[in-house]
């Protein structure tokens, strides 16, 4: 089997922060939450990489601007050379697809993994959709049955919108423990991959933090009965929060910090590696939430982003 870009990342402070993951990687370098040691940049994803996943005919469609253009949900890129879709469309999700999959090695290493970035759950092996070309949680789950000695994953995915993409790839496999919660009155209406959902929790537009962290914490519960996984994929994403257009729920900055420090508390009680990505978040604040609950999370001691 090929080398796979986990194996291939360099551990540096990148050179353009604003450009690479502004604005939130930005705010969390410059206040001091993270140490420049603790910063990992990946390498882009290679085509060989993606092919452990997704076909060679779907990879081919992407040389198509139309066909990006669809994907992203933006008409006017389909008139865009395609070169220039590679570049700037195209290329920062690769990055983004490395830093997935780097985390997955780095979360077994460390314990806890952040990938500032990914989290593309409406791609699957086949197509796109909903702003994601690449089925980067499919990928991070087969790298880690393929090459990380891992054998049961638990995808615990609190994105405002159903993630149909991995569902579609992974939902058969009983080595995949998929938790959902999503608000079933917005995109993407995928009832055929809400089947392949081990536990399903349908959270409502208007849906507020109290009843929201209280079906957390019902959801996880049960989910540990069920499955006891050897890696914990969290796919977080702040479009759950109050005045996001896209997820219509309303869920305070607190609440979203509270929900990752309980996702990051029941892997690490239990001594299970977590990767999170932060996925979807349409309002100018997501970055201040992240990085609010990044250091929450340092404080609580659930992650080490410092070194005493």
Not at 76 to 100: E, H, I
Not at 161 to 187: A, C, F, K, W
Not at 224 to 233: D, G, S, T
Not at 236 to 263: F, H, M, N, Q, Y
Request: with cysteine.
């Amino acid at each position: 089997m090929r080398k796979l870009i986990g194996l291939d990342a360099k551990s540096k402070k990148p050179k353009n922060l604003s450009s690479l993951f502004s604005p939130l990687l930005s705010t969390v370098f410059v206040e001091s939450l993270l140490e420049e040691k603790s910063i990992v940049e990946p390498l882009k994803a290679k085509k060989h990489d993606l092919l452990v996943v997704h076909s060679k005919a779907y990879l081919n469609s992407l040389k198509c601007s139309a066909t990006v253009a669809k994907i992203i949900e933006v008409p006017a890129v389909a008139s865009f050379p395609n070169y220039l879709v590679q570049q700037k469309l195209l290329l920062p999700f690769l990055k983004q697809v490395g830093g997935t999959i780097l985390a997955a090695k780095l979360a077994t290493e460390r314990g806890w993994a952040i990938n500032i970035g990914g989290g593309f759950h409406h791609s699957s092996a086949k197509r796109g959709g909903g702003f994601c070309a690449f089925a980067d949680i499919s990928l991070c789950v087969h790298f880690a049955f393929l090459r990380l000695r891992i054998s049961r994953v638990m995808i615990v995915d609190l994105d405002a919108h159903q993630g149909n993409g991995h569902e579609t790839d992974l939902g058969n496999d009983s080595r995949v423990y998929i938790l959902d919660m999503y608000n079933p009155d917005i995109y993407p209406f995928d009832t055929r991959a809400m089947r392949l959902i081990d536990h399903k929790v349908e959270v409502v537009s208007g849906t507020t933090s109290k009843e929201y962290l209280k079906k957390l914490d019902e959801a996880l519960e049960v989910a540990w009965r069920k499955f006891q996984p050897e890696l914990v994929v969290y796919n977080a994403g702040t479009d759950i929060l109050d005045g996001d257009r896209l997820g219509l729920l309303k869920i305070s900055p607190d609440g979203i910090t509270c929900s990752d420090e309980k996702v990051f508390r029941f892997a690490g009680d239990r001594e299970i590696p977590i990767v999170m990505l932060t996925s979807g978040g349409y309002t100018k604040s997501s970055a201040r939430v992240i990085a609010d609950s990044i250091e929450n999370l340092s404080r609580k001691g659930l992650i080490q982003t410092r070194r005493g």
